[in-house]
Nanobody, 119 residues
Framework: QVQLVESGGGLVQPGGSLRLSCAAS????????MGWYRQAPGNQRELVAT???????NYNESVKGRFIISTDNARNTVSLQMNSLQPEDTAAYYC?????????????WGQGTQVTVSS
């Protein structure tokens, strides 16, 4: 029904930057919220940042001031600019979308992209 394609992960040194992108396609009537979550080995998946269609953002305290989430509503894409990356940011990052498919709001996850911060 809905496909999420993520890109932009990789290996970066501490203090470096990466940009993640996620494009949603398929039977989407309207997107309500888009966001990024992450999961490190042995940890639970946690919210990184979300953005509503209206532009309201929400960030995990640990990334405030370093990460910026943005969206292109016309293209159904969400991006995460990650600056001043630290080893504790190492995790698999997952795109998440809440969208209307017809009259039903549904939740979708991307396949995940690995971010590794290491010297």
């Amino acid at each position: 029904q809905v496909q999420l394609v993520e890109s932009g992960g990789g290996l970066v040194q501490p203090g470096g930057s990466l940009r993640l992108s996620c494009a949603a396609s398929g039977r989407i009537s309207r997107i309500y919220v888009m966001g990024w979550y992450r999961q490190a080995p042995g940890n639970q998946r946690e919210l990184v940042a979300t953005i509503t269609r209206g532009g309201t953002t929400n960030y995990n305290e640990s990334v405030k001031g370093r990460f910026i989430i943005s969206t292109d509503n016309a293209r159904n894409t969400v991006s995460l600019q990650m600056n001043s990356l630290q080893p504790e940011d190492t995790a698999a990052y997952y795109c998440n979308v809440n969208a209307y498919v017809g009259d039903v709001i549904m939740n979708f996850w991307g396949q995940g992209t690995q971010v590794t911060v290491s010297s």
